[in-house]
């Protein structure tokens, strides 16, 4: 059975930088057919793409433009898992955040159960 | 940037009637590359259509999917107890752009 399973810490200060893993299990994160997203979702902004990233020969990451300065996605293929690093995170951050596949660039058939961050001194 | 106006925000029906949801995107989609989801709280969204209008894997044919131009709508045919939850459409390819939702509640 193919499962996302994510892992990270549920509080992070102001200021700091919001890490967080999904684990893989039942496919891999170097993948031809699979992208590998982040997600996330508060009250204030709804649900919110933040990024892929994805194998096709070699490595890709596309990144939302109203993020794209403070985010990393990368993938580690030794552990079959990738991570989000947000940096400079602010409680406009705070959110669930889940991790996602796609096939294809196409729907996200495959969710995490998610991770609820709070940005709080 | 394309997006996605959901309509209405709130649906009060009872168990048995009809759901008429809409998602009307700001310029062509192209490509159909539109997806409809359900979410239950404390749950991830689940896939129930993608490409427009073919249902996805495991879901009910009560659930049906259409678009016409800029316009696409997510019928549910006769509402059940479980069918009680918020709706999304998304747009996908290039960036993923998501509708702001649909409640439907029970009246």
């Known amino acids: 059975q193919i499962q996302l399973q994510q892992s990270g810490p549920g509080l992070v200060k102001p200021s700091q930088t919001l890490s967080l893993t999904c684990a893989i299990s039942?496919?891999?994160?170097?993948?031809?057919?699979?992208?590998w997203n982040w997600i996330r979702q508060s009250p204030s902004r709804g649900l919110e793409w933040l990024g892929r990233?994805?194998?096709?020969?070699?490595?890709?990451?596309d990144y939302a433009v109203s993020i794209s300065s403070r985010i990393t996605i990368y993938p580690d293929t030794s552990k079959n898992q990738f991570s989000l690093q947000l940096n400079s995170v602010t409680p406009d951050d705070t959110a669930m955040y889940y991790c996602?596949?796609?096939?294809?660039?196409?729907?996200?058939?495959?969710w995490g159960r998610g991770t609820l961050v709070t940005v709080s001194s | 940037e394309i997006v996605l106006t959901q309509s209405p925000g709130t649906l009060s029906l009872s168990p048995g009637e009809r759901a008429t949801l809409s998602c009307r995107a700001s310029?062509?989609?192209?490509?159909?590359?539109l997806a409809w989801y359900q979410q239950k709280p404390g749950q991830a969204p689940r896939l129930l259509i993608y490409?427009?209008?073919n249902r996805a894997t495991g879901i009910p044919d009560r659930f049906s999917a259409s678009e016409s131009g800029t316009d696409f709508t997510l019928t549910i045919s006769r509402l059940e107890a479980e069918d009680f939850a918020v709706y999304y459409c998304?747009?996908?390819?290039?960036?993923?752009?998501f509708g702001g939702g649909t409640k439907v509640e029970i009246k």
């Open positions: 998304l747009r996908y390819g290039g960036s993923p752009t």
């Open positions: 490409g427009a209008s």
């Open positions: 996602a596949r796609d096939r294809w660039l196409s729907h996200f058939d495959l």
């Open positions: 310029q062509s989609v192209g490509g159909s590359y």
């Open positions: 039942g496919d891999t994160v170097s993948s031809n057919s699979a992208a």
């Open positions: 990233t994805y194998y096709r020969s070699k490595w890709y990451t």
